[in-house]
């Protein structure tokens, strides 16, 4: 293959995005509503169970709730558009003239079509195919990268259920690779919630090795520090994790403060405080941990998602037919 020394392609957004001002382009808040959607399938394979085919169907099991914002013009307010540019020919480039190139060397690339890497993936890429049974126990949630529900594709109800009902009935997991979007995945099949998920993984050598990072061997534990320790933990153990008690509370209020902005209000936003002890002694750190905790009251169910009404935009056009309000919400991608 000969070796190309192609034109080093710059984006305005690489640069807006390497300052930190902002983490997507998407605006989930630019309609002020709420996008989630019904569930739909975003692909299809087949599992190969032994000599048993199972054709599924992947739907994407969450997504992140975050708020993202457009970027605008800051002089007209208008949404500013985000360009391919050449700074060796000094020129915008088409998306149609944009190849992908690896670096094997300092500025020195070969050239690789989209034709080639798919062709690399073959008719495998379509097959899930189980090479072992494993307890779940057994895989590190270091190796988890994402998570999608698989459902059975048409004809393939008996054999998915079957599957199913298998692995349920012998506490394993199936252990498979899989490929995806032009990646190789290794992946993992479970039963929950009576049907089946596909947990995407990372390859034993893409997570880092623990065992350079300093873990405190060298430190020496007081006599009953870890009976405090260990009294704490029990007092904020609970018999199961219940992630509906946990709200992403920066969120709401950065959708708090896109609602004041449409009210026209005038706002400025003060960082919460959170005051912390300046505690050195671990021991009496401990101690005031499990007196404050012995103060609190005891936590009762957090009281259901009331919504609030609509805000009001306000206009300074002449009084015409109101339309129903909108409000923001956070983005599913």
């Not at 997504?63 to 605008?72: A, E, H, K, Q, R």
């Amino acid at each position: 293959m000969t070796h190309h020394k192609v034109c080093a392609l710059s984006t305005a957004w690489e640069h807006i995005e390497n300052r930190g001002i902002v983490q997507s382009v998407t605006s989930d808040v630019e309609h002020l509503e709420d996008s989630r959607m019904p569930p739909h399938s975003i692909g299809s394979g087949t599992i190969s169970f032994g000599l048993v085919s199972i054709p599924i169907k992947m739907y994407t099991a969450a997504s992140p709730g975050g708020v993202s914002f457009n970027m605008l013009h800051a002089k007209c307010g208008n949404r500013i558009k985000l360009q391919q540019f050449c700074p060796v020919d000094n020129e915008v480039v088409e998306r149609s003239q944009i190849v992908k190139g690896y670096e094997f060397a300092k500025d020195q690339y070969v050239r690789f079509s989209d034709d080639e890497l798919r062709g690399l993936e073959g008719e495998a890429s379509k097959i899930i195919d189980i090479a072992e049974f494993v307890p779940l126990p057994t895989v590190d949630p270091i190796f988890f990268e994402k998570t999608y529900y698989l459902g059975p594709d048409k004809g393939g109800e008996k054999a998915y259920r079957l599957l199913a009902d298998a692995l349920t009935e012998a506490d394993k997991v199936a252990v498979a690779k899989f490929v995806m979007r032009g990646k190789e995945s290794l992946v993992v099949i479970r039963p929950a919630q009576k049907g089946l998920m596909l947990h995407t993984m990372y390859f034993g050598d893409e997570v880092r090795d623990f065992g350079e990072i300093d873990k405190g061997q060298s430190a020496k534990i007081k006599e009953g520090e870890l009976e405090l320790a260990l009294r704490l933990v029990d007092e904020l153990s609970h018999p199961e994790f219940k992630p509906d008690q946990y709200t992403d509370d920066y969120r709401q209020r950065v959708l708090d403060l896109v609602n004041q902005k449409v009210e026209g209000k005038e706002v400025s936003a003060v960082a919460p405080e959170v005051h912390r002890a300046h505690v050195i002694d671990l021991m009496d750190a401990l101690k005031q941990s499990l007196a404050k905790r012995a103060a609190e009251p005891t936590p009762t169910a957090p009281p259901p998602d009331v919504k609030k009404p609509p805000v009001k935009v306000v206009k300074s056009a002449p009084a015409a037919a109101e339309k129903p309000e909108k409000r923001a919400h956070a983005g599913r991608k």
